[in-house]
């Protein structure tokens, strides 16, 4: 079968396949063109790179009682995202859907806040507004003339300072969730404020960069007990609040997740090559969107950008919008790359890609549920 060029379709899983293996397979293992499976995917599905094509989960009638996960493990899919991202009430005006509040920003990583506060916007939140050090403000406010902004006392470094505590405060009463830490820096003064915002915030937070490393070695003051709590490192900060390796991580993906958002309280969204999200109850759910060409600067701002716009829009099923926005970030990025190939995308061409994957994931979402009931 491998020396042959003729195409082939596996039927549940390519002969030789460990359908329980999360990692790379061993061993003798037939080449397939596409895979077809059955109610529900296999771990090797997911994690196993068993294809080079798609893999299509054909639907049997299998009740939905029946597909419980023993390794409290599951698949984003469109079925989660597209209520949603439904039609809205016609009656409905930009107060409807939420504002989102940016903290970020510093002299050399004024974009970084800006894409994150054009990511909400793009994503459907009714407002945005970017808290970032006065002198970057004109830089930040130029990127996308929809985007508020509010200048913030800074450090002589160009970061925030703790001056602006008390504005920042005010700033906050009435938003409906904060995205804190892209382009924030790890200036010493900045990661204290970093720290007080979070413990001061009754409002939902999204921390992401180095919002997150003002944390290392201070993980016992990042929980998510006083209001909902979703952090959104990549595998190297990951490590540094774990007090770990990225090899380490990496080599444990799942487990790190669960257990960091277990004893913290808080969601984990783990960045990379199968997205994950952790529940504070121990469920993971795995996203299977996304490609090589999102790594790239900015495309983690992006996704502050999205989950936190989601939220906005939905802060009474805020863990259903991290999925969703963890799910649409990545198909924006395949969508991207559809046309751009993975070497030449960049952050901002997902913000021109989430109309698309907006449209896609409803017509995925119908196109299941048509089958599921015909």
Do not use: Y
Not at 121 to 149: C, I
Not at 294 to 321: C, Y
């Amino acid at each position: 079968m491998n020396a042959g060029t003729a195409p082939v379709v596996a039927v549940d899983i390519p002969s030789g396949a460990d359908a329980d293996v999360m990692g790379e397979q061993t061993g003798a293992i037939a080449r397939s063109d596409g895979i077809v499976t059955f109610t529900a995917p296999r771990p090797a599905h997911v994690f196993g790179g068993l294809t080079s094509g798609p893999t299509v989960i054909a639907p049997i009638g299998s009740p939905e009682e029946a597909m419980a996960s023993s390794l409290q493990l599951n698949l984003i899919t469109a079925r989660e995202v597209a209520p949603l991202i439904g039609p809205r009430p016609r009656s409905a005006n930009k107060g409807s859907f939420g504002h989102v509040l940016v903290i970020g920003g510093s002299l050399g990583k004024a974009g970084a806040a800006a894409m994150a506060g054009m990511s909400a916007l793009r994503v459907g939140a009714g407002l945005s507004t970017v808290a970032t050090p006065r002198s970057v403000l004109p830089t930040v406010a130029s990127f996308h003339p929809e985007v508020m902004t509010e200048p913030l006392e800074e450090t002589t470094e160009g970061t925030i300072s703790m001056r602006a505590l008390a504005h920042v405060g005010s700033l906050a009463r009435g938003k409906t969730v904060l995205a804190i830490g892209p382009g924030i820096s790890r200036i010493a003064e900045t990661s204290e404020f970093v720290r007080e915002i979070l413990r001061r915030s009754k409002a939902p937070v999204v921390l992401d960069a180095d919002g997150l490393n003002a944390f290392e070695g201070r993980t016992d003051e990042l929980s998510g007990k006083s209001r909902p709590l979703v952090i959104t490192p990549h595998p190297g900060e990951m490590a540094r609040l774990a007090g770990s390796t990225v090899q380490m991580v990496q080599r444990d993906r799942i487990n790190v997740a669960r257990t960091f958002a277990r004893e913290h309280r808080l969601m984990v969204v783990l960045k990379g090559h199968r997205t994950l999200v952790a529940h504070p109850e121990g469920v993971v759910w795995v996203n299977a969107t996304g490609n090589p060409g999102m790594a790239t600067g900015g495309t983690g701002d992006v996704l502050t950008g999205i989950v936190a716009g989601l939220i906005a829009q939905v802060p009474d099923r805020i863990f259903e919008a991290v999925l969703a926005a963890v799910h649409l970030h990545g198909l924006s990025g395949d969508i991207a790359c559809e046309s751009l190939g993975e070497h030449s995308l960049v952050a901002t061409d997902l913000l021109k890609t989430l109309p698309e994957a907006f449209c896609r994931t409803r017509g995925a979402a119908e196109k299941t549920f048509q089958e599921i009931h015909s």
